[in-house]
């Protein structure tokens, strides 16, 4: 069946730090990807996505490439900020699913030291 | 973008009792709701997805007669707990889908803590 793999947390940079955060996924036919954001006592939010591959999706500076070959989709961003700190979790749904279900990773917590 | 809310956004409850969380789609319909729920620390769990005016579909090990799922309207779902016990006390948190795309929206979320 359709699963994601994301690599555990928590993760701790510092400011101005480079982030990768890595998701594989293992899906039947042609899944959209997707990034979602988690704060504090908050629900989902959508951070990026990309629908079909060597599509790249970006938001805040945030970016994910989404890679047939190796069926990944790794979130990076350049410089990170505090205000990053948050719970990410990357997700497919299958397309071919009336339902169109997503599947989530199991979360990463990034915090960002000042 | 899509907006969805969710009321309440906190509830707490004693042992045995029940309770009603709504899940509204502001400013579109949505023919496909689903219902999750959140472990501290963990990932979303998808407990049942449901279309207006049909019963809902529950995921394997989800109670349907525990956690009860009406979706009336096209911009309405109701998720009620019923005679909850501690071990229901979560995050539940819904999303919205249109019948155009694959993207689902989310709502808030309702902590739900049973004493």
């Known amino acids: 069946g359709n699963s994601v793999t994301q690599m555990e947390g928590p993760v701790t940079l510092s400011e101005e730090a480079f982030l990768t955060i890595n998701c594989t996924y293992t899906?039947?036919?042609?899944?959209?990807l997707f990034w979602y954001v988690q704060y504090p006592g908050e629900g989902l939010q959508l951070l990026l996505k990309?629908?079909?591959?060597?599509d790249k999706g970006s938001n805040k500076g945030f970016e994910a490439t989404y890679r047939k070959e190796t069926t990944s989709f790794h979130l990076e961003k350049g410089s990170v900020q505090v205000s990053d700190s948050a719970v990410y979790f990357c997700?497919?749904?299958?397309?071919?699913?009336?339902?169109?279900?997503?599947?989530f990773g199991s979360g990463t917590r990034l915090s960002i030291r000042p | 973008g899509a907006v969805v809310s969710q009321h309440p956004s906190r509830v707490i409850c004693k042992s045995g009792t029940s309770v009603k969380i709504e899940c509204r789609s502001l400013?579109?319909?949505?023919?496909?709701m689903f219902w999750y729920r959140q472990f501290p620390k963990q990932s979303l769990m998808l407990m049942a997805t449901?279309?207006?005016?049909?019963?809902?579909?529950?995921e394997q090990g989800v109670e349907k007669d525990k956690f009860l799922i009406n979706h009336a309207s096209l911009t309405l779902s109701t998720l009620t707990v019923t005679s909850a016990h501690p071990e229901d006390s979560s995050f539940y948190i819904c999303?919205?889908?249109?019948?155009?795309?694959?993207?689902?929206?989310f709502g808030p979320g309702t902590r739900l803590t049973v004493l």
């Open positions: 999303s919205a889908r249109t019948s155009a795309g694959n993207e689902q929206f």
């Open positions: 899906a039947t036919g042609y899944p959209s």
């Open positions: 990309a629908t079909k591959a060597d």
């Open positions: 997700a497919l749904s299958d397309r071919g699913s009336s339902a169109s279900k997503i599947i």
């Open positions: 400013d579109f319909q949505a023919t496909t």
């Open positions: 449901s279309n207006e005016g049909s019963k809902a579909t529950y």
